[in-house]
Structures are given as structure tokens and as C-alpha cells.
């Protein structure tokens, strides 16, 4: 922490501005084999805080050619900056499931233009795309799974099938609705503030019962 009181980022010394993009980078890395030592798992000394990227610049660095695989799931509400997000931290060689982006793609129309007769394709690239990811088919080094997913049933079944870790993008409903009054791209913004009023209604932090 500098005078200010800004974290900042042991790696890159830069501020660590937004509590997500904030990670904990452990020296000696974490195996199979040396996970359930407190002195490695748990040891301060052992443990960095650095940004999102950054950490994935130093496990690329040191597995020599061939990076740690991850899975992030990366959530939150609609116009929250998910996919802002992820477009800053991604490297080349990263695999990036968005379904606004899989809509794009096959139908030629605007992003956000989702005709409903393609739904049960759209689906299915999707679901294909999740299980690869599971048995970790190809030669990615981090892919992130981007998605509004409210519920947290749905986020901890998707979490144990892929092993993949939660980064919840925080925004609350009036900067989400506040930000859609200012997009000028191809969405509905009735049915929009609809779809940001639902998330959060059906919202459930980490650690409510389900």
C-alpha cells in the first residue's frame, strides 16, 4: 500500500484499482502434492498480490512455452463491463466463451440481434465450447467463460465441472440501467432494463444459502 493507501501491484507497481482485478499470486506454486502445506498455501511470504494480467504474464513466464491452464468464470449483471474486462486481461492464445459473441458470429447481424430461431444453435456452440473447456481440448492457456449467471447453483455447478475460478465484475442495477441510457448499439433497451432488473432479482452472492 503506498501513502495514498492504493494497493498496489507487487509485480508491476502499478495501482490496483477494482477489487477483482486483484489476485493472489503464490511464489512456489501451488501442486497436487504440496497444496494442504500451510507454509506454501497459506504462507504470507508466499503469497503476492498482483493484477489479473500480470499474473497471467508470470505463469506464461514460467512454464518455459507451455503456461498454467485456467478457467475464470467471469459474471456479473448486463452492462457491468464483463467483456471489458476480459478484452484488458486476455493474452493471444486465450479462449473466450461470450455468447453475445457467438450470436454475432453466426447470425450477421448487429451484436445484441438475436434472432430466436437460431436459439437451439447458439445453445449448442455454446455447450460444445463448455466441454471442451472440461476436458481441456486444445492448447489454450486461459479461457474465460463470460455470463450473466445470477443464480449460485448454476455458478458452482459450472465452477466444479470445469475447474474453474469465480471473478465477479460488481456494478450496482443504477450504474447498469445509467449505462444503458448511453449505449448507442443495436440492443432493445426496453427489453435490456428488463434483463438487468431480472438479474437482480434472481442475484445470489457467494455464500447465501441456495
Same mark, same amino acid.
Request: charged share 30%.
Given at each position: 500500500?503506498?501513502?495514498? @493507501?492504493? %494497493? ?14 486483484? +489476485? ?9 502434492? *504440496?497444496?494442504?502445506?500451510? =507454509? ?5 511470504? *508466499? +503469497? ?9 504474464? #508470470?505463469? *506464461? ?5 507451455? &503456461?498454467?491452464?485456467?478457467?475464470? %468464470?467471469?459474471? @456479473?449483471?448486463? $452492462? ?6 476480459? =478484452? ?8 473466450? #466463451?461470450?455468447?453475445?459473441? #457467438?450470436?454475432?458470429? +453466426?447470425? @450477421? ?8 430461431? $437460431?436459439?437451439?444453435v447458439v445453445f449448442g456452440i455454446r455447450d460444445k ?12 492457456? *486461459?479461457?474465460? #467463460? ?5 443464480? +449460485?447453483?448454476?455458478?458452482?455447478? %459450472? ?12 456494478? &450496482? ?16 433497451k426496453v427489453e435490456w432494463e428488463k434483463y438487468i432488473e431480472d438479474w ?6 457467494? @455464500?447465501?444459502?441456495?
Amino acid at each position: 500500500v503506498n501513502a495514498e @493507501g492504493k %494497493l498496489l501491484c507487487e509485480h508491476c507497481g502499478e495501482p490496483i484499482v477494482r477489487a477483482y482485478d486483484c +489476485i493472489g499470486h503464490h511464489v512456489i506454486e501451488l501442486t497436487e502434492d *504440496n497444496y494442504i502445506d500451510t =507454509n506454501i498455501s497459506l504462507n504470507p511470504d *508466499n +503469497i503476492k498480490l498482483v493484477h489479473h494480467r500480470c499474473h497471467n504474464k #508470470i505463469h *506464461n513466464k514460467l512454464a518455459y512455452g507451455e &503456461s498454467v491452464r485456467r478457467v475464470y %468464470l467471469v459474471y @456479473g449483471p448486463p $452492462l457491468s463491463g464483463k467483456t471489458s474486462w476480459v =478484452n484488458e486481461v486476455m493474452n493471444e492464445g486465450d479462449l473466450i #466463451i461470450d455468447m453475445d459473441s #457467438i450470436w454475432q458470429c +453466426i447470425s @450477421g447481424c448487429d451484436r445484441y440481434i438475436k434472432p430466436g430461431r $437460431l436459439n437451439a444453435v447458439v445453445f449448442g456452440i455454446r455447450d460444445k465450447l463448455l466441454d471442451d473447456v472440461r476436458i481441456r481440448l486444445g492448447k489454450w492457456k *486461459n479461457a474465460y #467463460i463470460i455470463g450473466g449467471y445470477p443464480l +449460485i447453483s448454476e455458478r458452482e455447478r %459450472l465452477c466444479r465441472t470445469l475447474g474453474a475460478r469465480e471473478i465477479f465484475i460488481e456494478c &450496482s442495477m443504477e450504474e447498469c440501467l445509467q449505462r444503458l441510457t448511453l449505449t448507442e448499439d443495436a440492443r432493445d433497451k426496453v427489453e435490456w432494463e428488463k434483463y438487468i432488473e431480472d438479474w437482480f432479482r434472481k442475484y445470489g452472492p457467494p @455464500g447465501l444459502p441456495k
